[in-house]
């Protein structure tokens, strides 16, 4: 079909008449065929030799301009199949389908690659029953064509239908063969892949590194490097794809010794620059502790590819260096490789490690710069960083604008609701959840039923362990029967919860037991105190957690001989009572404190500011709670004790060191005791200030006289 659009037609009709009458009037008495088919290939020739359409069509494809690439092939007076299928192809590329379709239909003659492109085509564009359509009706379909279709079926999860397409192939290369394995492996059809590999009749280079890809995703790294090294001894020389994916391996296992070998292989092969494979290989001696030679691969030569500098930060903060991994993410900004999604993630939980949430701030900055504000995986981490840090609503505002949320996106959030006792907004978001086609996994389960407990919605709870129990969507672990029991024995009811316990389909572990043991704490309760800790006793001999919470159980119901008899035991079977402490972050800086500590540089002040407290408290009406008091003293004695525990000496810190009306917030590694956290509601009212303070159990927020947990924790 001959083709002169716009004003180049009246031209071009010109050049024809003229070159076309030469031809009929040359010596022969009849037009010449051979002569009319010279002049037909010099026209088509002489236009797409010309550079200015040639390279100017291939450059605005290449840089997605397509309408600008249109219009130059529709100046075209004689595109052929090949350039027909550029511009097919570059209307795919931009999922412009139906554009792409409409060319297709057009084409005066179609060839072999013109339809594997347009059935390519579809599939990038997600529509599978109409490749299926085209392929069906291609005529004299090629290996490529069957290929094509079957590796489209395996992206889309048609396992079978690809199984009976390949079957009915009608001869098989090794490209075939490498496709099934490979949709095997993305469908979880571990087994399937690796029958199939040991019955191809040849395999290369691909067929080797699919498999050793495929098993280290699906979990199974140890196999992947028996195969290495199988694929090794067998001749066949190794691509940068196939050291990648035998390193990752490597880094999972950790095999320090073989990849090591593969470090000297990538050398040995002059793969050492490839920027992937430098990448791969920080991660590796990252995750086998050896971080000098991580930095020994990365500094070797000046990276500019941002994965390997991500690798970098990752590795450091894996091997609990965040203040390095932060460092290194701020000289990658300085020398500017912009960081992406995996850099931002790794940066954040250097700054969750860090307890440094203003850090976290500035990264949040960087990433709404570089347009990454509302990105996933950058936000899952934000919200992880600022639930951990007592500020849950910047949490849910960067839950709130995160573009496409996964169940990640989801859990992360009702997690932090739980966490600072927001029980009715987490099941709200968890209705939401529901409503827009979210499946729940087993992390949604555990935030469901740590929000019912924290927030004593006892029949809510109930309920969500019946459904998940029955629904069988997951499995329901001992986690998830610890988080149960810990609801019912906040909601007084301890008898139920020790007979949920009993009749678990597994046994009980440590766990759920001290799950049980906590609760009875709450409510004073001494005979099922006594049992849950005979069973925990019984299955970890050294658990410190249950002689502390069975000591200050007899010690509130001041059964001093019992409290002996306890610590006894403990100092008889060597086991340390962790100590209770509380820290601060302050201007970059971790400011720990025990109780009665007098060790910090301005513990004068701390203690003059603790003192005026007790005064301003007692005006107040306060009286301490001296059964909180767990040591066999005088009043007057216990009454100091309580008044210099690790979280007060905290909260005066903060007092004496940051601006009046500033917000304060203390971490604690152990639960608060009832007495501080009745003196902490009654500090932030006579101090003006709003302090948060997390303990291990949970968050509370003191305002006004007021804590966020409503006395129910």
Not at 447 to 460: D, E, F, N, P
Not at 495 to 520: D, H, I, K, T, Y
Not at 535 to 551: G, K, Q, T
Not at 689 to 704: E, G, K
Request: aromatic share 10%; glycine share 6%; net charge positive.
């Amino acid at each position: 079909m001959l083709r002169f659009p716009g004003h180049f037609r009246s031209m071009r009709m010109s050049c024809f008449s003229v070159l076309f009458s030469f031809t009929l009037n040359s010596d022969s008495s009849k037009p010449s065929l051979k002569s009319l088919g010279s002049f037909m290939g010099l026209m088509s020739y002489a236009k797409l030799s010309d550079p200015n359409y040639k390279l100017l069509f291939s450059d605005y494809l290449r840089n997605k301009r397509v309408d600008e690439a249109r219009e130059v092939f529709d100046q075209i007076p004689y595109p052929n199949v090949y350039l027909y299928s550029m511009m097919i192809s570059g209307y795919a590329r931009n999922c412009r389908l139906d554009d792409a379709l409409k060319l297709f239909d057009e084409m005066p003659v179609r060839d072999a690659v013109s339809w594997n492109l347009m059935i390519k085509g579809c599939l990038d564009c997600g529509e599978l029953s109409m490749a299926a359509e085209i392929f069906y009706d291609m005529p004299g379909k090629n290996v490529v064509s069957w290929t094509t279709m079957i590796h489209g079926l395996m992206l889309f999860g048609e396992v079978k239908m690809a199984e009976i397409l390949f079957h009915k192939m009608p001869t098989r290369d090794v490209a075939a063969w490498n496709s099934m394995v490979h949709g095997y492996f993305s469908n979880g059809r571990v087994e399937d892949a690796v029958n199939l590999f040991e019955v191809m009749p040849c395999c290369n280079v691909i067929s080797w590194t699919s498999m050793i890809g495929g098993l280290e995703q699906n979990g199974k790294s140890n196999e992947a490097l028996s195969l290495f090294q199988k694929m090794m001894c067998s001749g066949f020389k190794p691509t940068s794809t196939t050291l990648v994916c035998a390193l990752t391996a490597s880094a999972k296992v950790p095999a320090l010794y073989l990849g090591v070998k593969i470090h000297g292989q990538i050398v040995k092969l002059g793969y050492f620059f490839d920027e992937f494979l430098s990448a791969s290989l920080i991660t590796f001696y990252a995750n086998c502790k050896q971080v000098e030679s991580a930095c020994k691969v990365f500094k070797e030569k000046l990276h500019k590819n941002v994965a390997v500098w991500t690798a970098l930060v990752t590795g450091f903060a894996l091997n609990g260096k965040p203040e390095n991994a932060l460092e290194v993410f701020r000289d990658m900004m300085k020398l500017g490789v912009l960081p992406n999604q995996s850099s931002f993630t790794s940066a954040l939980n250097a700054s969750c490690a860090l307890e440094s949430p203003d850090r976290g701030k500035e990264i949040h900055s960087v990433a709404i710069k570089l347009g990454l504000g509302t990105d996933v995986f950058v936000g899952n981490s934000l919200i992880v960083l600022y639930s951990k840090y007592g500020n849950i609503s910047d949490g849910i505002s960067v839950f709130m604008r995160i573009g496409e949320k996964n169940i990640v996106s989801w859990n992360s959030v009702i997690m932090g609701c739980a966490q600072h006792g927001c029980g009715t907004l987490a099941l709200t978001l968890f209705s939401q959840m529901m409503r827009v086609g979210v499946v729940p996994d087993e992390i949604t389960f555990t935030g469901l039923l740590s929000a019912c407990s924290h927030s004593g919605m006892l029949q809510k709870g109930k309920g969500f362990f019946k459904f998940f129990s029955e629904a069988k969507t997951f499995e329901v672990k001992r986690e998830h029967y610890s988080c149960m029991v810990d609801v019912l024995g906040r909601c007084g009811k301890l008898e139920e919860a020790e007979e949920l316990v009993r009749n678990m389909p597994f046994e009980a572990n440590s766990m759920v037991w001290l799950a049980l043991l906590g609760a009875c704490r709450n409510h004073s309760n001494l005979d099922v105190a006594e049992r849950a800790a005979k069973n925990i006793f019984e299955l970890e001999p050294h658990c410190s957690a249950a002689y502390v919470l069975l000591s200050n159980i007899y010690a509130s119901a001041n059964r001093w001989s019992d409290v002996s008899r306890v610590r006894m035991m403990m100092k008889h079977n060597g086991v340390v009572k962790q100590p209770g402490s509380s820290w601060v972050t302050l201007r970059g800086f971790r400011h720990e404190f025990l109780s009665g500590d007098r060790s910090h540089p301005l513990s004068e002040k701390i203690y003059r500011k603790l003192d005026w407290l007790r005064v301003r408290l007692k005006e107040c009406g306060y009286v301490p709670d001296q059964k909180f008091a767990l040591h066999d003293v005088e009043a007057e004695q216990k009454e100091e004790m309580l008044s210099y525990h690790s979280e007060r000496l905290a909260i005066a810190f903060c007092l004496v060191s940051t601006p009046e009306g500033s917000a304060i917030t203390v971490m604690k590694n152990l639960r608060v005791c009832g007495d501080c956290h009745s003196s902490i509601k009654l500090i932030a009212k006579i101090v003006g200030r709003n302090i948060v303070l997390r303990d291990s159990s949970r968050f509370h927020h003191f305002s006004n006289g007021i804590c966020s947990c409503g006395d129910y924790w």
